[in-house]
């Protein structure tokens, strides 16, 4: 069965810190990857996304991420926070039947 | 965005009522995704579909149903509410296997 896992439920970092979501998913065959941000109140927009070739994705807002194909991960990055960046991020995974799976969720609160 | 619109944005039903939540696009994308959003759970995919009359179920499925006779509208039915499906429900679409587009959502209250 496809599944995914974000390890992190609640993240509180001051400004300028570096941030890491573990994101681990679970399924026997091709995906693309992805990192969605939901600001408080809308809907969810598209950070970045993964589907083949070089394994660091680079997204918008100075979002990174890193898919290890070894590990079934794809962890999200970004070198300094700001109090903006202050969201609920989700990680999800399509199978190439278009099942589009989401992980639970990190809430990140940004401290200015 | 996408042309995406769910109605209604907001209801408030009693229990053992039926509802029906629609979903309208006008970006011509194969593929329509039903989810719920709660505290704790992030988004869970209740329905999806991947073409017209082609749905398949999702991770809670149960007490929902879904139609897709055209392209541009994706169905959801409660077919009995109950007081566990008061929810934030968000539909999305997508042209593949690729990245999805959501709409505004839908929050259901049953009381």
């Known amino acids: 069965a496809q599944s995914v896992s974000q390890h992190n439920h609640h993240v509180i970092l001051s400004e300028a810190a570096s941030l890491e979501l573990g994101c681990n998913y679970s399924?026997?065959?091709?995906?693309?990857l992805f990192w969605y941000v939901q600001y408080p109140g809308q809907h969810l927009q598209l950070l970045l996304k993964y589907f083949s070739g070089d394994p660091l994705v680079k997204g918008i807002k100075g979002f990174e991420a890193e898919f290890i194909k070894s590990k079934f991960s794809f962890n999200l990055r970004k070198p300094s926070v700001q109090w903006s960046d202050t969201a609920e991020y989700f990680c999800?995974?399509?199978?190439?039947?278009?099942?589009?799976?989401f992980g639970q969720g990190t809430e990140l609160s940004v401290k200015p | 965005d996408a042309g995406i619109t769910q109605s209604p944005r907001h209801k408030v039903t009693e229990t053992g009522t039926p509802v029906t939540l629609r979903c309208h696009q006008t970006e011509n994308h194969r593929y329509m995704y039903w989810y719920r959003q709660d505290p704790g759970h992030g988004l869970r995919l209740i329905h999806y579909?991947?073409?017209?009359?082609?749905?398949d179920k999702g991770e809670v499925s149960d007490g929902y149903s879904v139609s897709r006779s055209k392209t541009e509208d994706f169905l959801l039915t409660l077919e009995s509410a109950t007081s566990s499906q008061t929810s934030v429900y968000f539909c999305a679409t997508g042209a593949s296997n690729t990245e999805a587009f959501f709409g505004q959502g839908t929050r259901l209250t049953v009381v």
């Open positions: 399924y026997g065959g091709t995906v693309n």
């Open positions: 579909s991947y073409g017209v009359k082609d749905t």
């Open positions: 999800a995974v399509v199978n190439q039947g278009g099942k589009l799976i």
